[in-house]
């Protein structure tokens, strides 16, 4: 059983940073944060394809410029930095990861479907 462990979640004022991370307790493929909010489907944040030192990321349009998606290959952690944070980025933000050696196009990165690995979800409220 692969475990995904949440972290760095809270509450912060409009404006501010959070710093999330996952780490999974084994190798994994991409990896990829998601986020819901109340009443709203889960929505794709931001994935890393951590098979490249450099990793090759992909971000929703409205975390484009604030958000940035990064890893630790050697940790299988993955990190999320959440600047210039906005009320309507408040939800509760699940890490998911891909079995390593499954690989989809490109394009599916904001499937859900694709990651066969969640986290539990750690909240994250922005105040006005």
């Known amino acids: 059983q692969v475990q995904m462990a949440e972290s760095g979640g809270g509450s912060v004022q409009a404006g501010g940073s959070l710093r999330l991370a996952c780490v999974a307790s084994?190798?994994?493929?991409?990896m990829a944060w998601f986020r819901q909010a109340p009443g709203k489907e889960r929505e794709a944040v931001a994935s890393?394809?951590?098979?490249?030192?450099?990793?090759?990321?992909y971000y929703a349009d409205s975390v484009k410029g604030r958000f940035t998606i990064s890893h630790d290959a050697g940790q299988n952690t993955v990190y999320l930095q959440m600047n210039s944070l906005k009320p309507e980025d408040t939800a509760v933000y699940y890490c998911?990861?891909?079995?390593?050696?499954?690989?989809?196009?490109?394009?599916?990165?904001?499937?859900?479907?694709?990651?066969?690995?969640w986290g539990q979800g750690t909240q994250v409220i922005v105040s006005a």
């Open positions: 998911a990861a891909r079995r390593y050696g499954v690989s989809y196009e490109e394009s599916r990165w904001r499937e859900a479907w694709s990651y066969q690995y």
């Open positions: 084994t190798r994994t493929g991409r």
């Open positions: 890393i394809n951590k098979s490249i030192r450099t990793g090759i990321t």
